[in-house]
């Protein structure tokens, strides 16, 4: 039985396994398998695992996870193209890979191909082996007859499989150390869910109670009062990245100022790149293209950063000819050509292999891609006052 902080664990932290495999070769069997519930549908049906099924999940070993169950790849259903689009978006997500082999693995090449591309670890699996005869000497074998069994096999194959430096990135990267005094600044607008933090900020503090440092929480009104209460400056302040003008104006001089948005970009992104990028509004005109990415979907407000703050400020900057377009959650172009700039959120719903995919999309076709945090310190021209 999975305990209460188990599946309190966000799905952005999770370790991402995606089931691949064609039609019948026991993807979801190997699932609800590894599992011990019922948690994809089986049946002979070709087809029956339509879109991509996600299940949360603590996995000996391996820990907090999330099993993505995939529809077969050769889908000779009249949906099934657009099933294996849903699947390769899927991979963008995924940390390691389970392949599923048939009798010949002709089929499963081209995929094969495809995750060495990736650099995703792949266990290869031959499910129900026991009906299928002779089993290539790199594929793991699983018998029907023999769950429990077959599982621990697989659970160790992947153990064996998994990087050594998953999960291993900080939050902080030694921008603090133990006894630091560290405020963060948290406007509480309408963007603030009621009621509770914003995952970012809940992460932050976190590490840095596990850091041993003393987090000192306020909002930008209440910031001078704050400061005025320490015996000495914070080490390091956080803020949120839409009141960064603010903060720097009001924050001591020994102080380095960051912000949740670009913790979260070096956290999950490549910040090297988001900050090399973010010059690029600097070539903006009338006419330019740029598309802002969101990986959550939640409906805008007035104070909507994304969607209304930094268009605005684009605006000002570039005039009102600049066009903007918008996605969110898991959509994103194959083709980014189009855009002068792409210009990314801090990925909290998002782990960082989704959000390194999204990366390499943009660079591998020229195009420059920022972060929130990073492009509304450039426009508030403190980034070389920035930490990261």
């Given amino acids: 039985m999975q305990s209460d902080m188990t599946q309190s664990v966000a799905s952005a932290n999770r370790l991402h396994i995606i089931v691949l495999g064609a ?47 995939t529809a077969g790849f050769d889908d000779p259903s009249e949906l099934g193209s657009a099933r294996v689009a849903a699947t390769r978006k899927a991979l963008d997500r995924a940390d390691m890979a389970i392949l599923l082999i048939g009798h010949d693995g002709v089929r499963e090449s081209s995929w094969r191909e495809e995750l060495e591309k990736r650099k995703l670890p792949v266990v290869e699996v031959m499910s129900k082996a026991d ?13 029907i007859h023999s769950p429990v069994e077959s599982r621990d096999r697989v659970l160790e194959a992947l153990l064996r499989a998994m990087p050594s430096d998953l999960g291993a990135a900080s939050l902080l990267r030694g921008l603090v ?19 509770r933090l914003i995952l970012p900020q809940v992460q932050t503090i976190r590490e840095l109670l596990d850091n041993v440092c003393v987090p000192v929480c306020c909002t930008p009104a209440t910031m001078t009062r704050a400061l005025q209460g320490l015996t000495a400056p914070p080490a390091l302040i956080i803020t949120d990245s839409q009141v960064f003008r603010e903060v720097n104006a009001m924050k001591p001089a020994g102080s380095r100022l960051t912000s949740f948005s670009i913790l979260m970009a070096a956290y ?17 005109g009338e006419g330019s293209r740029v598309l802002i990415a969101e990986s959550c979907t939640h409906a805008p407000k007035n104070e909507d950063i994304g969607r209304v703050k930094i268009p605005a400020m684009l605006r000002r900057k570039v005039g009102e000819g600049l066009v903007i377009d918008f996605v969110r959650g898991t959509d994103f172009p194959d083709d980014l050509t189009p855009y002068s700039l792409v210009i990314h959120c801090g990925g909290c719903m998002f782990n960082r ?7 390499e999309r943009a660079r591998a076709q020229g195009v420059p891609m920022t972060n929130y945090g990073i492009l509304l310190a450039r426009l508030t021209g403190i980034l ?3 930490s990261y």
């Fill in 353 to 359: 292999r989704h959000i390194l995919s999204r990366v």
């Fill in 177 to 195: 150390a133990a006894g630091d005094i560290v405020m963060l600044v948290m406007p509480q607008d309408s963007q603030a869910p009621k009621g």
């Fill in 131 to 143: 009906l299928m005869g002779e089993v290539p000497g790199n594929v793991l074998a699983t018998s």
């Fill in 384 to 386: 070389d006052k920035v």
């Fill in 268 to 284: 999950k992104g490549d910040i090297e790149y988001f900050v090399e990028s973010s010059s690029a509004v600097e070539c903006l």
């Fill in 23 to 69: 039609c019948n070769s026991g993807k979801s069997s190997l699932v609800n398998m590894l599992t011990g519930q019922q948690t994809s549908l089986v049946s002979d049906i070709p087809g029956t695992t339509t879109d991509p099924v996600s299940k949360p999940m603590e996995l000996s070993g391996l820990g907090a996870c999330v099993l993505i169950d």
